[in-house]
């Protein structure tokens, strides 16, 4: 399994407050970092930054430039996690833990670490671990998600933007794919810094919740 970091140009400013955040909250990480160029400011040395080439030569598509590399994947397992999504507690390893053995027991495609509430008929497996029910809608979400990588290959077709490849509400329904998430507790927190390039307002109201070392750096990217 590896962790992966989604950013591009234009959001190279927000690793430093990203990566010191994932630090604090998840340490012991040798997160990857895919984007185009690579960021100005120095990253902590367990972030290996991977170049996927010029921008130009990509946009405004998202998943063109990703193909070849999950092509060549050595794992069979990735976490996704977007560059705007600030982590704000500790992960929850044992629970992490217990969802990723599940995972690999059942030979499932996916892990929602969010919960998505609304009335579903999903499955539930114990306690709070439930398997989606195959009508849900939004199966493909870029939420904080571990991906088994010819399931994420399956949908990362070419010419597709972060939003196309996400709000397709249909894509993934009936696929058969087995996608395990909790419903009752988020296993990993986050603050999503931005909604379509824009301060994301509807996360404001976590500010008032958080200690005053992460509130501030949180503020520098939303004011």
């Not at 040395?45 to 998202?62: A, C, D, R």
């Not at 609304?118 to 904080?144: A, P, S, V």
């Not at 397709?168 to 329904?173: H, I």
Request: charged content about 25%; proline content about 5%.
């Amino acid at each position: 399994m590896k962790i992966i970091v989604f950013t591009s140009n234009s959001y190279l400013y927000l690793l430093p407050g990203f990566c010191e955040l994932f630090n604090k909250y998840w340490p012991n990480q040798e997160p990857y970092i895919l984007g185009y160029d690579f960021p100005k400011e120095l990253l902590p040395q367990n972030f290996s930054f991977i170049s996927l080439g010029k921008q130009e030569e990509f946009n405004p598509y998202w998943t063109t430039a990703l193909i070849p590399y999950f092509r060549d994947f050595p794992y069979k397992y990735f976490l996704a996690i977007m560059d705007d999504c600030f982590l704000i507690k500790k992960v929850n390893l044992n629970k992490f833990n217990l969802f990723f053995d599940k995972m690999k027991e059942l030979d499932a495609d996916k892990i929602v670490f969010s919960v998505h509430t609304g009335k579903f008929n999903d499955i539930r497996i114990k306690d709070d671990m439930i398997i989606w029910e195959q009508n849900r809608i939004y199966r493909t979400t870029l939420q904080i998600s571990m991906w088994k990588v010819d399931y994420f290959l399956k949908y990362c077709k070419p010419n597709l933007t972060p939003q196309d490849f996400e709000l397709n509400e249909n894509q993934g329904k009936n696929d058969g794919a087995i996608i395990l998430s909790s419903d009752n507790d988020d296993i990993i927190y986050k603050y999503e810094i931005l909604r379509r390039g824009k301060p994301d307002k509807s996360q404001f109201h976590l500010l008032s919740s958080l200690n005053i070392e992460d509130r501030k750096i949180i503020e520098r990217y939303i004011k």
